[in-house]
């Protein structure tokens, strides 16, 4: 462990944000190569208890590596510092830097509940500091296209919406050759499975686009033998605009992954919008081409390019960007904690209801039977009451 005994002062006349990564692995190293493309921040240290994370941040550029997050917020002087760490840590690790008047970007889930998050940003309040939450997905590029034509009205009123998160499973692609990372299935340290890992960023996108959300029916899955769920079906309404949502994530083992993993259509009365509509002619162009970069980088030993001009990465540099911009100006992040604990209580209510529903089935298969087939009656009945009203 690295440690500095003289005192710094926490913050500079400069505009440069002086920012610390809490967390290397994958997604903490995206983040701490897109903070260092960015103009006027400088990313000083970073913190991560697997050796190798450490590595290949140093070779990534950074000065001073730590083993302990807590030491290197107690060592540096920081404006700014980004928690990739497994979400059982992110309380703890928002407090320290409470303790030590430093903003947080925090990777989603904010925490793993309500309660937990409240006490986080309790903590934060106490100190003076500004919690942004890296809810990227709706800053993708087609999923900014479908908020700009719906706020043009183009299609009128959306009675219905859906959408689909997918990503690969916890395994990897098949056949699976190494252990997986042993938090994400492990329920006290992630908190769940792909309702918080995927539809999390979910709840966020169609809370942006219609508003609160009140969650009416939820169901959940295991497609493998793991103590997670790995597959959820969420039925959501929008009060204030009216919407029906259906939202679907998993995380399946593909042996190939699908082109683009997330499907998002809102059908309006005079038309309907896709995100498909809006995904860039040249996003497997700039993938492939990132890809080769890569490859030819590990030849020459030098360390691959995580952040660059490509169409997922973009959506994490413009997230954290913004956040700093944010903290730069002395404003409230564009994502804030409150925005990340209101995903957190959509995700409970889903998780009581599915487990009311499971409860329920296994109490008396026959009756749960007959309520669903009353249920798709009235759905039914709804569906030609709208064509009738329409």
């Known amino acids: 462990m690295l440690s500095l005994s003289s005192p710094f002062s926490r913050r500079t006349d400069s505009s440069t944000l002086r920012l610390g990564v809490l967390g290397v692995g994958n997604i903490g190293m995206v983040h701490l190569k897109s903070a260092r493309a ?25 000065a001073r590596t730590y083993d302990d997050y807590a030491a290197l917020l107690e060592a540096e002087a920081l404006d700014v510092a980004v928690v990739a760490l497994p979400p059982v840590l992110h309380r703890e ?74 990503n690969d499973g916890p395994l990897g692609r098949p056949p699976a050759d190494s252990a997986p990372a042993s938090w994400p299935l492990d329920p006290e340290a992630a908190g769940g499975g792909s309702l918080l890992e995927l539809g999390i960023h979910c709840f966020d996108v169609l809370e942006h686009l219609f508003g609160e959300l009140e969650v009416r029916s939820a169901s959940l899955g295991t497609t493998l033998e793991i103590p997670v769920e790995d597959a959820a079906t969420v039925l959501l309404e929008a009060p204030e605009t009216g919407t029906t949502i259906t939202l679907h994530c998993g995380s399946y083992q593909w042996e190939e992954l699908p082109e683009v993993n997330t499907r998002l259509r809102l059908e309006g009365v005079t038309g309907t919008i896709s995100n498909e509509d809006h995904l860039p002619d040249n996003i497997y162009v700039d993938a492939a081409r990132e890809a080769l970069k890569n490859v030819a980088s590990r030849v020459t030993d030098d360390e691959p390019t995580v952040f660059g001009p490509t169409f997922y990465l973009q959506a994490h540099y413009r997230a954290l960007e913004d ?7 002395g404003e409230s992040p564009p994502i804030d904690g ?47 009451e709208a064509e009738v009203t329409l």
């Open 38 to 62: 960015m103009a006027d921040v400088e990313v000083v240290a970073a913190a991560d208890a697997v050796p190798e994370n450490r590595r290949r941040a140093e070779r990534a550029g950074v």
């Open 93 to 166: 690790a928002v407090e320290r830097a409470a303790e030590a008047g430093v903003d947080v970007f925090v990777e989603k889930p904010l925490a793993r509940s309500t309660d937990e998050a409240d006490r986080l940003l309790e903590a934060a309040a106490d100190g003076a500091i500004a919690v942004g939450v890296d809810h990227t997905l709706r800053y993708q590029p087609d999923i900014v296209g479908v908020a700009e034509e719906y706020a043009d009205g183009a299609v009128g009123h959306v009675p219905y919406a859906s959408m689909t998160r997918l």
């Open 323 to 329: 956040f700093c911009d944010a903290v730069r100006a």
């Open 338 to 384: 409150e925005d990340g604990r209101r995903t957190l209580a959509l995700a409970e209510r889903a998780y009581e209801l599915a487990a009311e529903d499971a409860r329920k089935r296994d109490e008396d298969p026959l009756e749960s039977e007959a309520d669903a087939r009353d249920s798709d009656r009235d759905g039914d009945r709804d569906q030609d």
